[in-house]
Nanobody, 125 residues
Framework: QVQLVESGGGLVQAGDSLRLSCAAS???????KAWFRQAPGKERAFVAA???????FYEDSVQGRFSISRDNSTNTVYLEMNSLEPEDTADYYC????????????????????WGQGTQVTVSS
């Protein structure tokens, strides 16, 4: 079983940057790690994912602004967020999956077995 704990959220202004971290404990090596976000009144939505070899996948609206990375030695996944916009305001959740899956499925919430509790990001205009 994997436990995930996010950190790094906060209140920033439009154009600023933030780096979110997600530390894993328990059965820690997951083939896939991802970030999702949930804005007020909306469903939780895919942001980015990374597989065991470092291949990355992004939601269109964050492509070029956000960067996902992982450090397997510390079992941590990061989300570097640049040029933040008010529309990026949301609770951000990390997720992980232990076993192989299709890349085309990485945007699906149901694919992931473990979730963190979330960290809040607020971007003011």
């Amino acid at each position: 079983q994997v436990q995930l704990v996010e950190s790094g959220g906060g209140l920033v202004q439009a154009g600023d940057s933030l780096r979110l971290s997600c530390a894993a404990s328990g059965r820690t090596f997951s083939l896939y790690k991802a970030w999702f976000r949930q804005a007020p009144g909306k469903e939780r939505a895919f942001v980015a994912a990374i597989n065991w070899s470092g291949a990355t996948f992004y939601e269109d609206s964050v492509q070029g602004r956000f960067s996902i990375s992982r450090d397997n030695s510390t079992n941590t996944v990061y989300l570097e967020m640049n040029s933040l916009e008010p529309e990026d305001t949301a609770d951000y959740y990390c997720a992980s999956r232990l076993t192989r899956a299709r890349d085309s499925d990485l945007r699906e919430r149901a694919l992931y077995e473990a979730w963190g509790q979330g960290t809040q990001v607020t971007v003011s205009s």
